[in-house]
Nanobody, 126 residues
Framework: QVTLVESGGGLVPPGGSLRLSCKAS????????VAWFRQAPGMEREFVAA????????SYGDSVKGRFTMSRDNAKNTVYLQMNSLRPEDTAVYSC???????????????????WGQGPQVTVSS
């Protein structure tokens, strides 16, 4: 059993920055695929970023490329999502998710992830 706990959400004006954290407990997840997704009210869950298995290189959704950066600290069993140049359309609940046996072609599919965090709210508004 894996438990994921996110932190770092909040209210930020357009153009601002936030950093989200996702800490795992229950097993080391240095070999797991870890991803961030977001969901705005009335919208489908959207892929934000992911690191495939033990890779330290992240893939990003088109809407966040160049603005968001995902990183991982295996010693702390934690991944981060640094969000810069935030826009009102980035407003959503952000959740991290993990799967040890994910195949690369399923990276952006939320249905393929086994464990999810509760997700902090991120609101971008003036």
């Amino acid at each position: 059993q894996v438990t994921l706990v996110e932190s770092g959400g909040g209210l930020v004006p357009p153009g601002g920055s936030l950093r989200l954290s996702c800490k795992a407990s229950g097993r080391p997840f240095n070999r797991d695929t870890v991803a961030w997704f977001r969901q705005a009210p009335g919208m489908e869950r959207e892929f934000v970023a992911a690191m495939f298995r033990s890779s330290s290189t992240a893939s990003y959704g088109d809407s966040v490329k160049g603005r968001f950066t995902m990183s991982r600290d295996n010693a702390k069993n934690t991944v981060y999502l640094q969000m810069n140049s935030l826009r009102p359309e980035d407003t959503a609940v952000y959740s991290c998710a993990t799967n040890r046996n994910l195949i690369l072609s399923s990276l952006q599919l939320p249905s393929q992830y086994d464990y999810w965090g509760q997700g902090p709210q991120v609101t971008v508004s003036s």
